[in-house]
C-alpha cells in the first residue's frame, strides 16, 4: 500500500517563528512533490512544488526534498497568524499516471 | 487569473436520489479530476479523465459514479443513487498535463446526504 505520512499535530509555533512540517512517502520512484494549504471548510491551495532533490524557496516558503530518504518537508518563515492551517502533502506514485495521494495533513497554529 | 468553479457550492438530497457536481476546469487544462473529503479524513482521488476518457479511477469510484465533459467546458460527476456514506466535500481539479504537473482545484461542493 503506497502512502503519504504525516503528523497530524496540531503544531503550534509563536509568531515570527519557523513552522517546519514534514512529509514521507512510501514509493522511491515518486518524482513530483506538492505541498497544498487547506484552510477549514475550503479547498487545497498550491504552496510549493518540487521535483529535484534539495530546497527550493518561494518568499517565506521553502520545500526541502531528500529522495533517498524518502521526505520532503516545508519550511515557514517569519509564520503569521493567517498562515494557520491544515498544510497536505501530495505525491503522484509511479504507476499512477494521474493520481494524487494526499497525507493526513499537519495542522498548523501560530499563537500571538 | 484563471480558476476552477464548482456548482452547486452546497447540495442537500436525500438517500437514493441522484446528483450531479458540475464543475469548469481552467480553459487550456486537459486533465481532470474528482476528489472528495470525508469530513475529518484525507483527500481521496476519485477519478481523472483525459481526452474524454477515464484514465484512472479508484476503487470509490464505483458504478454509481460516473463522469463527462458534455460540452467545451463543463466537467461532471454523477452520483446515480447516493448513500448516506457519499456525504463529503468534492473537489474538481484540472492541469495542464499529466500529474508531474500542478493540480489546481476549485472551491469545492458539499454534499449532504440525508
Known amino acids: 500500500q503506497k502512502e503519504v505520512e504525516q503528523n497530524s499535530g496540531p503544531l503550534s509555533v509563536p509568531e515570527g517563528a519557523i513552522a517546519s512540517l514534514n512529509c514521507t512517502y512510501s514509493d522511491r520512484g515518486s518524482q513530483s512533490f506538492f505541498w497544498y494549504r487547506q484552510y477549514s471548510g475550503k479547498s487545497p491551495e498550491l504552496i510549493m512544488s518540487i521535483y529535484s532533490n534539495g530546497d527550493k524557496e518561494d518568499g517565506r516558503f521553502t520545500a526541502q526534498l531528500n529522495k533517498a530518504s524518502q521526505y520532503v518537508s516545508l519550511l515557514i518563515r517569519d509564520s503569521q497568524p493567517s498562515d494557520s492551517a491544515t498544510y497536505l502533502c501530495a505525491v503522484p506514485f509511479t504507476g499512477t499516471a494521474s493520481k494524487l495521494t494526499f497525507g493526513t495533513g499537519t495542522r498548523l497554529q501560530v499563537t500571538l | ?76 460527476l454523477k452520483i446515480r443513487s447516493t448513500k448516506l456514506e457519499d456525504s463529503a466535500m468534492y473537489f474538481c481539479a484540472s492541469s495542464e498535463s499529466n500529474t508531474q504537473e500542478t493540480q489546481y482545484f476549485g472551491p469545492g461542493t458539499r454534499l449532504l446526504v440525508l
Open chain 2, 1 to 76: 487569473e484563471p480558476e476552477v468553479t464548482q456548482t452547486p457550492s452546497h447540495q442537500v438530497t436525500q438517500m437514493g436520489q441522484e446528483v450531479i457536481l458540475r464543475c469548469v476546469p481552467i480553459s487550456n487544462h486537459l486533465y481532470f479530476y474528482w476528489y472528495r473529503q470525508i469530513l475529518g479524513q484525507k483527500v481521496e482521488f476519485l477519478v481523472s479523465f483525459y481526452n474524454n476518457e477515464i484514465s484512472e479511477k479508484s476503487e470509490i469510484f464505483d458504478d454509481q459514479f460516473s463522469v463527462e465533459r458534455p460540452d467545451g467546458s463543463n466537467f461532471t
